[in-house]
Structures are given as structure tokens and as C-alpha cells.
């Protein structure tokens, strides 16, 4: 569960139990909060995917790009995920870890897929090995999304464990 109270002046403090933080909308908003929750899901399991095969990645970063409709409400029309790190790894691996994220683990971004396209780019040692490809979205209206044993692969899901 998480606790939002409102403390004074427009700011809120978040908590989970373990910790708080406090929101201020005027410095990070709501929304900027969402979107970097949505990125750090994204980001740990790529990192924690590559750790589970013994590979330690140098160098994450990961940008997000996003676009809202202009009316209310402002719902997210597609999300644009730019990973870059370096490993020792073929790129192929890598792109593994980012996909396994994008399509299986990461709660947040299959939970948008029903009503924003992602696209995402790799940057692997320096070099672009996928510009702003598409994952699958959408749920085809309703239809109900493929579910995924969380450890089937051995890899569990990094992020959503809790």
C-alpha cells in the first residue's frame, strides 16, 4: 500500500511503509513522478537481468521521452524509452535484457500498452543497435493479455517482486 498526505504549501509526503518522500508538484510533478517509476522499473530489470547471467553493465542511463493527449483526460499516447550502457556482451544479449523488460517484466509499461504506443532505442557500447523500434501494443480492445510465469525463464520479474 502507499500512503499520500498532504503536508502544506502544495506538497505531499509518499509513503510505503519502508520510507517517505515528500512531492513537491512544483519542483517534480505527479506526472514526472509516473513517468520515472514507469523508466526505473524498466532500468532495474534490465539491470538486474544482466546481473542474474553474471554480466555487469557500466555506464546506464535511460531517457524517456513521452506525449499526452491535450485534452482531458491527459492520457499517455506513447512513450519513447532510450536505453544506453555498455557490456561485454554481443549486442543481441543486451537487446534480450531491454525486450524481456519492455514485453514480460515491467508492470508499469505492459499496464500502459493497452492505450500508449512504446518504441525504444538501444545504445549498446557507443553504438545504436535499435532507433525507436515498436514493442506490441495494445490489447486489441479488450482482449485479454498474455500472462507470463514470473520465473519460467529463471530470471523472475527485478522490479515487481514486492
Known sequence: MIKI???ENGTFQGSNGRSVIKIDP???S???LFVTGMGSCSAVDVVELAKKQGVDIRN???EVEFERRDT???IFTSF???YKFESPVEDIKAKRWVLSSLETYCSTINTLRATSKIYYT???NGETIAYKESIVSGNG???ELESFDDDLDGLGCACCNS
Request: hydrophobic share 45%; aromatic share 16%; charged share 10%.
Open 80 to 82: 519513447h524509452l532510450i
Open 141 to 143: 480492445g479488450g482482449v
Open 60 to 62: 546506464f542511463s535511460l
Open 26 to 28: 512544483q519542483i517534480y
Open 30 to 32: 505527479p506526472v514526472e
Open 5 to 7: 498526505d498532504y503536508l
Open 122 to 124: 538501444i545504445i549498446h
Open 72 to 74: 482531458f483526460p491527459k
